[in-house]
């Protein structure tokens, strides 16, 4: 069941940049996971903004500041409705995925960590939710323990139950892996965190636009999110924590906007969620996101995410026709991201024969180098799809592999 297809041609009218040729053949977007096409709508409101409003928030009292703080503030509102938060202070803008776990890692981490204790992280991580971790269990003198992943690209459950102690401080996973698609059993993973008393962070990139997210029944005590993954502009995102939290935590830069009253001698901080926000904001793009949940709400991520799942099928059962196609990740719970590596052709060489042919994939490690490491391999070809892909799209890729690898035959 697919009921998106009757209606495809409208979604895709509704994506500019889709309407192009690369390199003499129409575009085929298979980078999504990277970041996803903006629909005009996102596009109208950040034009809106600096055409028709454009000011900096929460200081102004005249009419522009006014119209622009109440905007970026609807942004915050939609995003707790979105991700079923119980307070819009729990939202915090960030640039991103990135800056969200960064922060966690620092804020949290220079508060509540200590000498010998322990942060628990996965093997399918991206380098944004490795290396912040890295860093502060330097600092603190903690150890970064790993849970195992198995061969089909799953986190071992049975591995992370033996890392689990009450030396553990903090778990951080990703709720779908960018590199292999895993949707990881994080309800579970976050129930039994808590059982030993840690706190989770649950790295959302990859499903905010293709999962149903509802922090309060996961109940993470972080949640981090990309705008740009979700049709949202580039470097926007948010940070959900637990109030609780969040208030208990340091400040993690300081500057206009976080504080209530600076002297030299004292300073006293901001109340959520201003803490957290220092500095002029990324103010258009947080308002276009506004925008790019309005996109998603419209079709709904049910709708979103049964039209991925049947290209997700497709394009499985079109590249495991070809005979030196191997797929590198094959949970059955993942999210329409296909990874493969050709046997004797080098992943980079795959992508910009497919470059050639106006398909657009991402190739190598991306940003999982030790993951990359556990499967012995260099990096792969990863397609990743979004609500405008076509299976006549896939057929093109199917066929264009199909040559490479008749073309690169000894
Ligand atoms: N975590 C995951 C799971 C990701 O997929 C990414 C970006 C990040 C964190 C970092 O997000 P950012 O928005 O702060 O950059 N992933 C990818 C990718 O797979 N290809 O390019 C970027």
């Known amino acids: ?165 009450t030396k553990t401080k903090i778990v951080a996973t990703n709720h779908a892996s960018n590199s292999l698609g895993t949707i990881n059993p994080v309800k579970e993973i976050i129930r039994l965190a808590h059982e030993v008393g840690a706190v989770v962070l649950i790295d959302g990139a990859q499903a905010a636009a293709h999962l149903e997210i509802d922090v309060l029944s996961l109940d993470c005590d972080f949640y981090c999110i990309s705008s740009h993954k979700m049709y949202g502009p580039t470097g926007a995102g948010i940070l959900y924590g637990k109030k609780e939290w969040l208030e208990k935590m340091p400040p993690y830069m300081g500057g206009g906007e976080m504080i209530k009253d600076v002297t030299f001698a004292k300073t006293t901080y901001n109340d959520l969620p201003y803490k957290f926000e220092a500095g002029t904001p990324n103010i258009a793009d947080v308002i276009a996101l506004n925008e790019a949940i309005n996109f998603i709400q419209s079709i709904s991520k049910e709708v979103i995410a049964e039209h991925e799942q049947s290209l997700l099928n497709y394009a499985t059962k079109k590249l495991s026709e070809i005979p030196s196609v191997k797929f590198i990740g094959t949970s059955k719970e993942k999210v329409a991201v296909l990874s493969f590596v050709i046997e004797g052709i080098h992943p980079f060489d795959v992508g910009q024969m497919l470059d050639a042919r106006g398909i657009a994939v991402r190739t190598g490690h991306h940003c999982t180098q030790p993951l990359m490491e556990r499967f012995g391999i260099e990096g792969t070809v990863r397609a990743s799809f979004s609500i405008y892909n076509t299976t006549h799209e896939i057929d093109e890729l199917a066929e264009a592999v199909k040559r490479i690898v008749n073309f690169m035959k000894p």
């Open 1 to 165: 069941m697919d009921t998106i297809l009757a209606d495809i041609e409208k979604i895709r009218a509704q994506f500019p940049v889709l309407q192009q040729h690369v390199n003499g053949k129409p575009l085929i977007y298979f980078d999504n996971a990277a970041t996803n096409q903006k629909p005009k709508q996102v596009i109208d409101a950040l034009i809106n903004y600096y055409q028709g409003y454009n000011a900096n928030i929460h200081r102004g009292i005249h009419t522009l500041a006014e119209k622009a703080t109440k905007a970026f503030e609807t942004t915050r509102h939609s995003m707790q409705r979105f991700i079923n938060a119980k307070h819009a202070e729990e939202i915090i803008f960030t640039r991103g995925v990135t800056e969200s776990i960064n922060l966690v890692a620092s804020s949290y981490g220079r508060a509540f960590l200590n000498e010998g204790d322990e942060v628990i992280i996965s093997g399918l991580e991206h380098h944004s939710n490795i290396v912040p971790w890295q860093i502060i269990c330097e600092e603190k003198k903690a150890k970064l323990k790993i849970i195992p992943v198995t061969e089909i690209g799953e986190i071992d459950l049975n591995g992370y139950q033996k890392l689990l102690s």
